[in-house]
Structures are given as structure tokens and as C-alpha cells.
């Protein structure tokens, strides 16, 4: 994506305050359009990297996991 300024667009760092699977889905679609970085609830953290989300650690409760299914586009 690309920002105002010709640069890439500043993505958002987000935490979960719950699992991702609780989440109202309009939440759940402001996360995967805004975030670059999202820590879950249990303490996992998934990043965007060259445009791919990856799981940098899974939490306790692997909701990290969770979250990267749903946010994979499918092919």
C-alpha cells in the first residue's frame, strides 16, 4: 500500500484484547485492513512482512494461528 506521500502506507500496531474468534467481524476487518503488527490476547504476535503475514510467535492459546488463517487471502 502506499501512503499520501508517494511511501508505503504506516500500518497500525494492535492488540487483541480478546481472541481473535470473539472479535464483531466489523472489528475483526478494521484490524486486517489498518494493522501491521497484531498481538493477541494470549500473547502471540503476527507481522506484516513484504505484504505476507507471519506468525512471529504463538501465544499461549496459539490464537497467533487464529489469526493468520483468517487473514491469508485465499489463492
Same mark, same amino acid.
Given at each position: 500500500?502506499?501512503?499520501? +506521500?508517494? +511511501?508505503?502506507?504506516? @500500518?497500525?500496531? =494492535?492488540? %487483541?484484547?480478546?481472541?481473535? $474468534? !470473539?472479535?464483531?467481524?466489523?472489528?475483526?476487518? !478494521? /484490524? *486486517? $485492513?489498518? *494493522?501491521?503488527?497484531? #498481538?493477541?490476547?494470549?500473547?502471540? #504476535? =503476527?507481522? %506484516? /512482512?513484504? +505484504?505476507?503475514?507471519? =506468525? =512471529?510467535?504463538?501465544?499461549? *492459546? &496459539?490464537? *497467533?494461528?487464529?489469526?493468520? &488463517? $483468517?487473514? @491469508?487471502?485465499? &489463492?
Amino acid at each position: 500500500m502506499v501512503g499520501a +506521500g508517494g +511511501g508505503p502506507m504506516k @500500518r497500525d500496531w =494492535v492488540k %487483541l484484547p480478546k481472541p481473535w $474468534a !470473539e472479535l464483531r467481524p466489523s472489528l475483526r476487518d !478494521e /484490524v *486486517a $485492513a489498518k *494493522a501491521g503488527d497484531i #498481538h493477541t490476547y494470549d500473547g502471540g #504476535h =503476527v507481522s %506484516l /512482512v513484504d +505484504g505476507l503475514w507471519q =506468525v =512471529v510467535f504463538s501465544g499461549g *492459546a &496459539n490464537d *497467533a494461528d487464529l489469526v493468520l &488463517n $483468517a487473514l @491469508r487471502k485465499p &489463492n
